[in-house]
């Protein structure tokens, strides 16, 4: 399994602000993903993010209001531009498990940043 | 793309009861059905999962059924305590190794002492 530390735990921001959250991962991985878990929800994907190209993004998500970086196979970020109330959420990193190079399908998530915009 | 339906949305039960969380898909072709536990601010942690070439699975007092027929998968957990108090997710994929998972809305389940 791998160990994914995020950063911040949490965060209480102004609106109008930006925040950016980052993700390191003991180890190498093609495939890191984005979620948001708002309160009491299930968790929602924001963008899948390989080392090497552009996020994609699921619908209902811009590159303008959370662009991510992926520098490396180890490493990610994820930017909460110009927030607002309604971006008060859990933001949680995840990356996926692999066995000899082929993804496994398992997810194994980072503790989560928990975000709250005034 | 894949859509994911869980119920029910909330669940209680006695100390020492069954637990049973069902969940559909409408994607026939997925073939990974994992579930996850997120106890109260940790992160969601997966307990158990099965794939498409296996009816059920078992892992002490959690069992995870699957029926490809009707796409649908249920999780039952055996003489529940007190700590199995949890949101438990189911989710699905199609494990080509490119798409991510996609969760069910969640349940919340009750353990009473």
């Known amino acids: 399994s791998a160990v994914i530390s995020q950063k911040p735990s949490r965060d209480i921001c102004q609106r109008g602000t930006s925040l950016t959250i980052q993700c390191q991962v003991d180890?190498?991985?093609?495939?890191m993903f984005w979620y948001r878990q708002q309160p009491g929800q299930s968790l929602t994907l924001i963008a899948t993010?390989?080392?090497?190209?552009?996020?994609?993004?699921e619908s209902g998500f811009v590159i303008d209001k959370f662009p991510i970086s992926r520098p490396n196979l180890t490493f990610s970020t994820l930017t909460v531009s110009n927030m607002s109330p309604e971006d008060s959420s859990i933001y949680l990193c995840?990356?996926?498990?692999?066995?000899?190079?082929?993804?496994?399908?398992?997810?194994?998530f980072g503790e989560g940043s928990r975000l709250t915009v005034l | 793309g894949e859509n994911v339906e869980q119920h029910p949305s909330t669940l209680s039960v006695q100390e020492g009861d069954s637990a049973v969380i069902k969940c559909t898909y409408s994607?026939?072709?997925?073939?990974?059905f994992p579930w996850y536990k997120q106890e109260l601010g940790k992160r969601p942690q997966l307990i158990i999962d099965?794939?498409?070439?296996?009816g059920e699975k078992k892992d002490q007092r959690i069992a995870v059924t699957l029926n490809k027929t009707a796409k649908h998968f249920s999780l039952h957990i055996t003489e529940t305590q007190p700590e199995d108090s949890a949101v438990y997710f189911c989710?699905?994929?199609?494990?080509?190794?490119?798409?991510?998972?996609?969760f069910g809305k969640g349940t919340r389940l009750s353990v009473i002492a």
């Open positions: 099965i794939r498409s070439n296996v």
């Open positions: 993010a390989n080392q090497g190209s552009e996020a994609t993004y």
């Open positions: 180890s190498q991985v093609t495939m």
């Open positions: 994607d026939s072709a997925s073939n990974y």
């Open positions: 995840s990356v996926a498990g692999a066995i000899g190079g082929t993804n496994t399908g398992e997810l194994f």
């Open positions: 989710a699905a994929i199609l494990n080509s190794g490119n798409t991510p998972l996609v």
